[in-house]
């Protein structure tokens, strides 16, 4: 069963940084693109990051400048570095991550439990 496991959240100052790291596992055949988006308390849902298998980056605009994507396909691991944090980013961090699995017929949107991130004082 293909697995998405986040790690690497917690509680910041503002200002500080951090490092999130996904790791998927399981039967999977190859990872198309892997995702970071957060959701904070009475709010929807925000794309934060994507990158492609080639590398290709996008990044919603509230945090470019100041967040990292990247993805080690050998290890099927995506990582978001965040810093300079603002307590506006304090939100359930979540990969995602498009994956063809051992024995399925098409490319499959496969989700972590989420971290939790909070910037505060």
């Known amino acids: 069963q293909v697995q998405l496991v986040e790690s690497g959240g917690g509680l910041v100052q503002p200002g500080g940084s951090l490092k999130l790291t996904c790791v998927a596992s399981?039967?999977?055949?190859?990872?198309?693109?892997m995702t970071w988006d957060r959701q904070a308390p009475g709010k929807q849902r925000e794309l934060v990051a994507r990158?492609?298998?080639?590398?290709?980056?996008f990044y919603a605009g509230s945090v470019k400048g100041r967040f990292t994507i990247s993805r080690d396909n050998a290890k099927n691991t995506v990582v978001l570095l965040m810093s300079s944090l603002k307590p506006e980013d304090t939100a359930v961090y979540s990969c995602?991550?498009?994956?063809?699995?051992?024995?399925?017929?098409?490319?499959?949107?496969?989700w972590g439990q989420g971290t939790q991130v909070t910037v505060s004082v």
């Open positions: 399981g039967p999977i055949l190859n990872i198309n693109t």
């Open positions: 990158i492609s298998t080639s590398g290709r980056t």
């Open positions: 995602s991550a498009h994956i063809l699995s051992d024995g399925g017929r098409d490319y499959v949107d496969y």
